[in-house]
Each structure stands twice: as structure tokens, then as C-alpha cells.
């Protein structure tokens, strides 16, 4: 079968290109190795995860918050295996959602595993053995990407684990480790944490989140430690091993000293790799290095023009987001458009509660670019609609330019900052400035009124609640 392209990997930014590519008029195929579509995010990751973090912060109010609300529930019990059908459910919905919008935009699903046997031909291999090839003029590699594991972690799926077997755990936890307490393991860890698992971080780096701006990584933690976590940072894992009913972590801290730490569980989370095994890329002469496909940032060609690649297996941030902006970018750009995609202004959110969300630049980025800015900053602790519902935890960060006062990078943590941060990313799309956003109304009460402070704390420091 000919068609007109053919997208291998139906996540996000497959699902997307493939719907943009069908809008455009073109005859499209996709291809999915697994027999539910919608890739990690829809099945191990940002959908599931979600599920869960909403089922277990429920059940942390119900303990805890519930009575000084006028609310008695008598005992309160986490039915984990309740949580995980209902996560299936939820997951299960999704994907009959992504099937009906493959049959609405005649595209054409291939389920099986596809590799290049030429520039133009893909070999769909299929569970029951038998073999398909279908031709496209273009193709568009979405496959995502996997858990990083390293060897002297001994991943065995079952005392320790990733992201894919935590989302289905069938009991709790006593003492969950975390190796990683970046945005996967922040969130997962924090699930568990909610639902009464002793959880300890073993982190790299010095601080939570560590690719985010340092003051989230601080507010983050205190959050997360008033559960009862431990973490251990500056220190680097050497050996994780399962001991039959226990998990044993040994690692060393910024002095040398040894730390062994016991648990039930081990979550390795210490970040993901591009998926791009058995594809057959060597085939076609399709450039990688270090494991991610080369592209031309002006088009996401690889070297092999026909072939465009998105999302995880290309550089950038690994967010589902990214891989849609690209997947329709790709789509546009094969039908002759002039698409763009803004890299500065992609936001990246942590579903912790309190949320952390960000887009633009860092404190620590602009400092190293020696970039003059200012700051301003407003706690939720003085907004009346998250004093209203107990969620004070948490600030708004802006960062703007001293001299223009635009803004370059806003940074918050607090109830619902994951929406809030839409905001922020049509603001510096339109390049607005500190001072274009504090003259604008924000109704009132609302959480959003902290992004307004903030901006009028940036601009003269003259906030008015605070």
C-alpha cells in the first residue's frame, strides 16, 4: 500500500502528525507496536500518573483535611487495587478516544512492530508472525522513549522497578527508595508518599527538580517532606540490589562516605533514553549520535530528506507537548508551509500537589548569560482563594528584563500551577512585559491574582498584597 506518509509510533506526536497530515489531504498511515494507541504518555506515563496522583491526593484530604472542613468520614482506607482499575479505566477511555479520532481522519493504523527496509518502505512485523510492507513518500519517526537503566541497577520488575511497573503496583509499599527525585520520580514518589509508603530520594544532583529553577526545587521539598520523606542528595548510586522481601541501595555522599539504605521497592527514575531499537535505521543511513536521531532544526529532516523525526527521539525536552508542536510542524512543513515552534516558551510542569510549572528562562540561565533581569515573587499564603482552600503552600516567580521589562521566564509552585502557567506562555509569546500583565484584571479570587502580584512585585516591587 502506497500512501503519502506513514507516521512509526502513535504518542502524542505521531497521533498528532498523523491527524495534521490527514487535515492536509494526505493519505497517512500509522503504525503501533502495541495494541492500544497512544503511546507511553496515554499508558505508562503523563495520563496514568495523573490518575493516581488525583486518587491518592483525594484520599491524603479525606485523612487529613476533611474534618477541619465540617467533614466526618470515620476511618478512611486506600484501596490501591480500587486506584489502579480505576487508572485502567481512565487510560482505556483515552485510548477509545485516539481510535475514534484515527477513524474520523480515515487514517489507516498498521499494529505491529515497524523498521525501515528502505528509505520509503517500512516492514510492520505483527504478534501473530506474520509480516506486512507498506510504502510511504514520507515518514515520520515518533517511537518516544524508554526508562534509563543502568547495569549495576538490576532491574527486575519487580522489587525494582520504573515508572511502567510503579503505575501498577499491587500492594503499597512500606518503604519506597527513589533514585531520581527529578519529575517522574517527584511525582510518583509523592503518590505513594500521600497514600502512607515511607518514601526516601537518593538524588545526584543537590536539590529536587534540578533542572528547573533552584527556588521551586526548595519549595517542592519542603512540601514533600512535611509527608514524612527523606532524601539524601549529592549522592551517587552504585549498586541496587534485590534481596528477596527487601531492596538493598548502596551509594556513596559528596564525601566519599558510604550510605546503604533498605526498602521494600525501588523506583529508578533517573531519567529517560530516545526508543529507537530495531528500527533499522543503519538501512536507510539515518544519522544518531548518542542515541538520538539528528534533524534540521529549521524542518526536522534528518539527513535522509523524506524522513522527518519528533518529539523523544530528537534533542530537547522529553514532553508530550514538545512531540504534538512538532508533530504538526512536521506536517506543515511537508505540505509547504512555513510552521514554527518557539523552544523557549515550551512549559514544563511537575504534578506534584502543590504543582510546579515553568516556561522561559531560569535565574540561574540568565545569571550565567549574564543577562540583567529582575525579580518578583508572591506567596499563595496571601492569596484569599488559596487561603480559602486550605492550599497556601507555594509562590510565583517572574523574571523579567531590567532594562525592557520583558518577560523572560516565569516560575511557579502552588494549587494548580500546571494551568496557570498558560498564562505565562501566551504573555512571553506576545512578548509582553512585567507591566503589561499587572494592568490587566484578574478576577478575583482566584489563584491566577498571583501571577499578577508577582509581575507588579517585578516591576517597582510594588505588590499590593504583600
Known sequence: ?????????????????????????????????????????????????????????????????????????????????????????????????????????????????????????IKIAKEDGSEEQITGKNIIIATGSKPTILPFMNYDKTRIITSTEALKLHELPKHLVVIGAGVIGAELGSVYARLGSKVTFVEFADGMIPTMDKTMGKELQKSIKKLGADFYFNTKVSLIENLGKEVKITAEDKDGKKVEILGDYCLVSIGRRPYIDNLNLEAVGVATDRGKVLVDDHTLQTNVPNIYAIGDVIRGAMLAHKAEEEGVFVAETIAGQKPHVNYNLIPGVVYTWPEVAAVGKTEEELKQAGVAYKAGSFPFKALGRATASGDVDGLVKVLADKNTDEILGVHMIGARAADMIGEAVTAMEFRASAEDISRISHAHPTYLEAMKEACLAATENRAIHS
Do not use: W
Open 1 to 121: 500500500m502506497q500512501y503519502d506518509v506513514v507516521v512509526i509510533g502513535s504518542g502524542p506526536g505521531g497521533y498528532v502528525a498523523a491527524i495534521r497530515c490527514s487535515q492536509l489531504g494526505f493519505k497517512t498511515a500509522i503504525i503501533e507496536k502495541y495494541n492500544a494507541m497512544g503511546g507511553t504518555c496515554l499508558n505508562v506515563g503523563c495520563i496514568p500518573s495523573k490518575a493516581l496522583l488525583d486518587s491518592s491526593e483525594h484520599y491524603y484530604n479525606a485523612v487529613n483535611h476533611f474534618e477541619e472542613h465540617g467533614i466526618t468520614t470515620g476511618k478512611v482506607k486506600a484501596d490501591l487495587s480500587k486506584m489502579i482499575e480505576r487508572k485502567g479505566g481512565v487510560v482505556k477511555k483515552m485510548n477509545d478516544g485516539i481510535t475514534y479520532l484515527m477513524k474520523k481522519n480515515k487514517i489507516d493504523v498498521k499494529n505491529g512492530f515497524g523498521s525501515f527496509v528502505d528509505k520509503n518502505t
